[in-house]
């Protein structure tokens, strides 16, 4: 089932591919297209996810009239399973909630026991709001302030265009922290003109206010009643807690204890009532999983708290926005992800910088910490020496430390490392909550190409909204026992990429600290270290539209087993016989020395041979054994018993290892069913619509979409129907663009296509089938068992299907392309069980249904090779689907066997 987000990416693109239309607002469309040049066709200044998250908010404001997020999973899974599904509930809680939704959402709201015991204190959040609150979840470094900016952007430009609609006029910015707050100070400094077009850039620049909140101030410089205002604070300042408000901010006012908490909360509510008087009012909340989920004690409650008074009390609460880089709480996503544009995807996509092969990790004792140091300042310099972004700033070392006590201890070793490497320690840099003013201000000034500072050591600083693209490593030595996603935050930090730049990241980490980054990227990014080591610049994705949407399914025999029971099925006398099974192996021991090896990565190296060791062999005595058979097949003990002590003799133990097969043997005797076979006919749907995503086009069209993703290398082997120019008959493309997985492929299907519009009279069409694998988008696979026994799916690449006569179906040829180099895989591997199970499903249709291998060398299917395909296509084709093999086979062997000659198989 697609996710949420999915589905919404799915319509944003439906609404960009028909250029915007259908909003009511069509200087929507203006904006929108103005964040592409269109002389040059790239990007203006926001970088794709930002575009693709401002997409998605104007089409949540505009087409869906800025919904609840409840109605928007409502109007998009309207079967109730499949909307408790979405949304993470349990069957077990569905049921509790007598599987009526309104029951459930009563429950939600207000039984707290339900809310702990199925661990849904997020979805109370989600569901239970009084305003619309969506998630906006881009990785760390894909620019969430900017897209901040470019929101409120263009919420005041169409609020200035169409003064008397309910566009946003007022914005409240949240941010957790004061370094976050600084990296918010961003917003200033946005290049708006790049965003809005120019008729547009001049009112919205001569009429934005921006404030940033100040710790001394008692109110918010607003004029109440105003509008575009940007108000920028730290959550503290303005939310409804006492405690926020500190003593200066009373002014001179000397007040008894018992009085000062009342003046505090006057202070506090002074700041609300002037953001609550700002008409249509935005609030957005920056690094939302500090409120979402991450938190969910009194912290979430005061903050909830502040915003449902703004939601009371002001004229018009439009929305929040919640933007963040970690959208899972505990590996469960969080349920109002609106877009997700993930980590992998960053690196993917050159946003973050590649640290695919750069994770190191050691494993050292802690009192060891200072080799641990050494190596990781000499590494970094032995890489990153000359490194420079292309503005000129040095590259960058950041080092975390649990203490001040850890800093001050192993700071000596990180100067004498730079000593006897060549380098000045007055390149490192400390950040604390010791630092001096010239400290931080020369942290904050590290964006400079003229900073000298290369080593930068903090505690507690320089993780969420520290924007610093010229650090290209971070190494966490002693294990940080802090909350919050501080190793995560901590580690990445590094990865912030900017053009230009084509040199990796890298990580060092102690193993202490590995553990703990590869459990906070599963339970935020729902990736793990091995994701991101692997991760680099590779993948694509595309949506697939279906454009023959009510095909003929394909009906073909399938055999259907069914258990029914025996009547009378009694038993006069039980026969068995002694098993001669084998004892099973007991203990073994191996010894292992430890040495490098050239052939493999293992440094375990066996000496000798394995030993097994000799044990007590485990009996039962005749009485025991013959109570547990009767007992579990319902006969008589007394029977089980002679029959045991005429084989065994009275006084002699049953070995243990002898009871399962003595059980086959009572079951053959004693089971009172059947199983039998018998042929059913079946539809397969070669697609099935309700499977995708449904999309409503501005013209009343419904569309049934997908998302696929794949390697960029790979995007040559992508053909639309646009890209072919000679198809009269409309073969093929029953969706668009077919995503091949070969060259091969493509060769053959455009081959065919040629062939068959040159001989249409015959052909109903032909289908690539061989991506859509998914069984809720289709049912045309073929089951079979893998190496291990377990049942796998087949779906083969291509059906060619004629038409049919008479009133009878038309004969389909179902055609697999392989390399040359897979010949072999066909007699013993899973391509041979692939094959022998679609063989044995046309051995039960050959009035229908024909298979072909081909087997190709090289990136081109010859003519040669699909002589036995152009023959079926003409008729020139005999009824025998697998005809007899007559050579290259001088001992036939069991399985399938493909010949070099005719490339068709047999089973003997």
């Known amino acids: 089932m697609e996710k949420f987000h999915q589905i919404i990416a799915a319509h944003v693109h439906s609404w960009r591919e028909n250029d915007y239309a259908g909003s009511g607002f069509p200087v929507i469309e203006e904006i929108l297209e103005f964040q592409m040049d269109s002389e040059i066709g790239t990007r203006r200044f926001l970088r794709t996810p930002q575009i693709h998250a401002l997409e998605t908010y104007w089409y949540l404001r505009l087409l869906e009239k800025t919904p609840h997020i409840f109605d928007l999973y409502k109007r998009f899974f309207q079967k109730k399973v499949g909307l408790t599904k979405a949304l993470g509930i349990s069957q077990a809680a569905f049921e509790s909630a007598d599987y009526e939704i309104d029951v459930l959402l009563d429950r939600l709201r207000g039984d707290d026991d339900f809310i702990k015991a199925y661990k849904f204190e997020s979805l109370r959040e989600t569901l239970t709001l009084d305003y619309p609150s969506y998630i906006l979840a881009l990785a760390m470094g894909a620019g969430k302030t900017i897209l901040i900016a ?37 917003i200033s400094q946005v290049p708006y003109e790049k965003i809005l077009p120019s008729r547009m850039y001049k009112p919205f620049a001569a009429n934005l206010k921006l404030t ?20 920028v604070t730290n959550t503290e300042k303005i939310r409804i807690q006492k405690e926020t408000i500190r003593k ?51 912290d979430l409650k005061r903050v909830r708290q502040t915003v449902d008074y703004l939601n009371e009390n002001s004229p018009n609460l439009i929305c929040v926005i919640n933007t963040t880089g970690t959208p899972y709480f505990k590996r469960q996503s969080l349920r109002d992800v609106v877009i997700w544009y993930g980590l992998s995807e960053g690196i993917h996509e050159g946003i973050l910088k590649e640290v695919a092969g750069n994770i190191y990790a050691y494993d050292f004792d802690p009192s060891k910490a200072a080799d641990f140091v ?5 590494d970094f310099f032995q890489t990153y020496k000359d490194v420079r972004l292309p503005d000129g700033s040095q590259a960058k070392l950041a080092m975390y430390f649990p203490q001040n006590d850890d800093l001050d201890e192993l700071r000596p070793h990180v100067e004498n490392t730079l000593a ?45 909204g520290w924007n610093c693209p010229s650090l290209f490593s971070c190494a966490l030595a002693r294990r940080l026992r802090t909350s919050n996603n501080f190793v995560l935050q901590a580690a990445s930090r590094c990865l912030r990429q900017i053009p230009g ?37 590779g993948t694509r994705s595309a949506f697939l539209k279906l454009k023959k949407i009510k095909l003929p399914p394909l009906v073909v025999s399938q055999l259907v087993r069914t258990v029914i029971p025996v009547e009378d099925a009694g038993l006069d006398l039980l026969k068995l016989k002694k098993p001669k099974a084998r004892k099973p192996k007991q203990l073994t021991r191996s010894v292992f020395t430890v040495m490098d090896q050239q052939a493999t990565d293992s440094v375990l190296l066996q000496l000798g041979d394995e030993i097994e060791l000799e044990g007590v062999e485990e009996t039962v005595d005749i009485y025991t054994a013959a109570v547990r058979f009767s007992d579990f097949y319902r006969i008589d003990i007394w029977n089980v018993y002679d029959e045991l002590a005429s084989i065994y003799g009275p006084k002699e133990d049953i ?43 501005p013209d009343g069209t419904e569309v049934y979409t997908a998302e696929i993703r794949y390697p960029k290398d790979k995007e040559a082997l992508l053909l639309s129907l646009g890209d072919i120019k000679d198809n009269e008959y409309d073969f093929g493309f029953h969706y668009t663009p077919y995503n091949f997985d070969s060259k091969p492929e493509k060769s053959f299907f455009e081959q065919f296509l040629h062939e068959l519009n040159t001989k249409p009279s015959e052909i109903e069409d032909i289908y690539f089938t061989g991506a859509i694998t998914d069984p809720n988008k289709t049912d045309f696979f073929v089951e079979y068992k893998d190496e291990k026994g377990k049942w796998r799916n087949y779906t083969p690449d291509f059906i060619i299907r004629k038409k049919g006569r008479r009133g009878k179906p038309g004969k389909c040829l179902i055609v697999e392309i392989k390399a040359e180099r897979e010949r072999n895989d066909t007699l013993d591997g899973e391509s041979g069980r692939k094959a022998m199970a679609l063989k044995r499903w046309v051995d039960l249709n050959p009035e229908l249904l024909r298979y072909e291998m081909i087997f190709t060398p090289g990136d081109a299917v010859s003519v040669n090779q699909t002589r036995n395909v152009r023959n079926f296509v003409e008729e020139k084709v005999n009824d025998q689907v697998f005809p007899q093999q007559i050579n290259d086979m001088a001992k036939p062997r069991s399985g399938f066997i493909v010949n070099k000659e005719e490339q068709y198989g047999k089973e003997e």
């Open 420 to 464: 006897s490497i060549g380098q000045s320690p007055a390149i490192i840099l400390r950040n604390t909550s010791e630092s001096t003013k010239e400290e931080v201000d020369s942290f904050n000034r590290l964006n400079d190409p003229e900073s000298p500072y290369r080593v930068i050591l903090l505690v507690n600083k320089g993780t969420e």
């Open 248 to 298: 200066r901010d009373l002014g001179q006012l000397v007040l008894p204890s018992e009085e000062l908490g009342k003046a505090r909360a006057e202070v506090a509510n002074r700041r609300l009532q002037a953001i609550a008087s700002l008409p249509n009012l935005a609030v957005f909340s920056d690094e939302a999983h500090h409120t979402y989920g991450q938190t969910m004690g009194n």
């Open 212 to 231: 940033f909140t100040r710790d001394g101030d008692p109110d918010i410089p607003v004029i109440r009643g105003s509008s575009f205002n940007v108000v």
């Open 374 to 378: 050494r190596e990781v300042v000499s």
């Open 501 to 537: 730049n084509n040199h990796p990241a890298r990580i060092y980490l102690s193993m202490d600290n590995r553990s703990v980054l590869d459990k906070q990227l599963k339970e935020t990014y729902g990736e793990t270290i091995a994701d991101l080591d692997h991760t680099g610049r």
């Open 655 to 697: 070995p243990l290892h002898h009871l399962d097969h003595l059980a086959v043997q009572i079951e053959e005797q004693t089971r009172s069913y059947d199983v039998q076979e018998e042929r059913v006919d079946v539809a397969l749907a070669l697609v099935k619509p309700e499977g995708f995503i449904k999309v409503t086009e």
């Open 150 to 186: 470019a929101i409120i952007a263009t919420e005041f430009a169409m609020a200035m265009e169409y003064p008397d609609s309910p566009f946003v006029q007022n914005a409240l910015v949240f941010a957790p922290g004061k370094t976050i707050i600084e990296s918010l100070r961003e």
